[in-house]
């Protein structure tokens, strides 16, 4: 498994090196572009790349009409393609680190097991107070929670309502406390997984969260359905495209993609509480479902989006038929009274595309539906071009220079971009990169603005040369994480970059 898998790289990368080598050419041969065609095409007997196979079949006729010679500006058009699909094939090819959140207020006693995480390739997030990960909860892929019994004791009620939300998606929860067997019992009663005593070394710490890990995926990997809506997830989403491509090309059957977003879902979460929303978002599924045909696919796309694939022939229809649901929600009265209403942004396909591609126009056109008002169905067209959502990662120029001399990661949704932190500019989503002394010079106040803002999420990351109480409180006040040189600052931001939403 493991060779197939580094084979499947190699071929990644070299496909990867043949292309760029063509788009750094001032002028390319004809042959050396039918060169590539051939490689690409043998590559199609492994299933991982039949995608890519396919697409380079589709564009060959084309690039067979060529001159002998062909300008830059012509390759890159040709190109254009393959190059998406390979940058979608390259970031499904990553692994996302599995993220262990911890919750302590004894942060000092455990940078040992920190360590030992991120050494086993782990990201690993210290939490002071269980309320603290409620807050991010719903926003953040928690892989495993591990807590410390002291937590617990500060805040029954909270512990109650975090168990809830963890078997809703079989993240296992590890209890750390002392070797007393009524505490282990309460424990386990209380929905703990397993329970670390003080008996309990790192190395089998390690051994025994690896065994839950392992449970989880393979829970994860086999159920398709979103536990809490009822709605299929995401997992599901990739395998339902692709028939729904196959009958595009085989029948002809077109079809729409539409993401449903719930508008000011956070000020109900902010107002009414998490449960609220969370029978707001069970309340959606179920009506939009009651309102669709059976043959199309409701699915849980994240947080508060939702995305439906359906039959649709022609674009009118399409928008006739979002138009239909979206007036049934604005009608409908939801849990505790509440009025809601959701903007729909759409996408319709009567040619072959990528999922990609088609997520990136129903999210645009999903952007000038909240842009135009709310509550209305907008679908994408060709007048449109695809913005992307800015993301800031800021900081000193001492942090930031070695960073700006590397190509930042591609994504489909988010533009990166870095700035100082002296820039003004705002945005939903950003990065603080700051020394321990600069973020305890005003006593962490500026830290606790940070944590306080309802306008946009702002992660700080610390970079420190030491682990001290000094550090211990600035992670205790909301700091994200830190990291002990500046050497470790790029692939910790690689890594925070996948784990956004």
């Known amino acids: 498994m493991e060779l197939n898998r580094q084979r499947t790289e190699k071929q990644l990368q070299q496909t990867i090196i043949m292309v760029e080598t063509l788009l750094r050419m001032p002028r390319v041969p004809q042959a050396e572009l039918l060169a590539l065609a051939s490689w690409m095409e043998g590559l199609g007997k492994d299933t991982l790349f039949k995608g890519l196979a396919d697409q380079v079949k589709r564009e060959k006729p084309a690039w067979e009409q060529t001159e002998p010679s062909i300008s830059q500006e012509v390759v890159k058009i040709l190109l254009q393609p393959i190059v998406d699909q390979l940058s979608e094939r390259s970031r499904a090819n990553r692994i996302r680190k599995e993220l262990i959140v911890t919750i302590t207020r004894r942060f000092l006693e455990n940078v040992k097991w920190k360590k030992s995480l991120e050494q086993a390739r782990y990201m690993s997030r210290f939490f002071g107070s269980i309320e603290d990960v409620l807050a991010i909860s719903h926003d953040v892929a928690i892989d495993a929670v591990i807590i410390d019994q002291t937590c617990i004791e500060e805040s029954p009620a909270l512990l109650k309502e975090l168990m809830k939300q963890m078997e809703s998606s079989f993240v296992p929860v590890i209890v750390v406390g002392p070797n007393r067997p009524e505490i282990r019992q309460a424990s386990y009663e209380a929905g703990a997984d397993d329970y670390w005593d003080e008996s309990v070394k790192n190395e089998e710490r390690h051994v025994r969260l690896a065994r839950l890990l392992r449970k989880l995926r393979v829970v994860s990997s086999t159920i398709l359905v979103d536990e809490l809506t009822g709605a299929y997830n995401r997992k599901y989403l990739q395998s339902a495209f692709d028939r729904r491509i196959a009958r595009l090309e085989q029948e002809h059957r077109t079809f729409g993609m539409a993401i449903f977003d719930l508008d000011h879902f956070k000020r109900i979460n902010d107002l009414h509480g998490h449960p609220t929303g969370d029978l707001v978002l069970t309340e959606l599924a179920t009506l939009v479902q009651q309102a669709v045909r059976l043959d199309d696919e409701f699915i849980r796309f994240g947080g508060e989006e939702f995305m439906l694939l359906f039959s649709a022939e022609t674009i009118s229809h399409a928008v006739a038929n979002m138009d239909k649901v979206r007036e049934r929600v604005e009608r409908h009265i939801f849990a505790n009274g509440l009025k809601v209403t959701v903007s729909i942004g759409l996408s319709y396909s009567a040619s072959h595309t990528t999922l990609a591609q088609m997520t990136a126009e129903a999210d645009e056109a999903l952007y000038q539906a909240k842009r135009k008002g709310r509550n209305r169905v907008v679908a994408f067209s060709e ?7 800015p993301v800031y990662i800021r900081g000193d120029r001492q942090f930031l220079d070695e960073m700006r001399t590397r190509t930042m990661s591609e994504h489909p949704k988010y533009e990166f971009e870095i700035i100082s932190l002296e820039d003004e500019r705002t945005a939903q989503l950003q990065l603080a990169i700051l020394s321990l002394d600069q973020i305890a010079e005003d006593d962490f106040q500026q830290l606790e603005q940070w944590k306080q803002q309802r306008d946009s999420a702002i ?43």
């Open 459 to 501: 992660d700080v990351l610390i970079v420190t040369n030491e682990e001290n109480d000094c550090l211990a409180e600035a992670l205790s006040r909301g700091a994200t994480d830190y990291v002990l040189s500046q050497h470790e600052i790029e692939e910790w931001v690689s890594e925070w970059m996948m784990q956004i939403p």
């Open 383 to 389: 007048t449109m071009s695809i913005a992307k959502v």
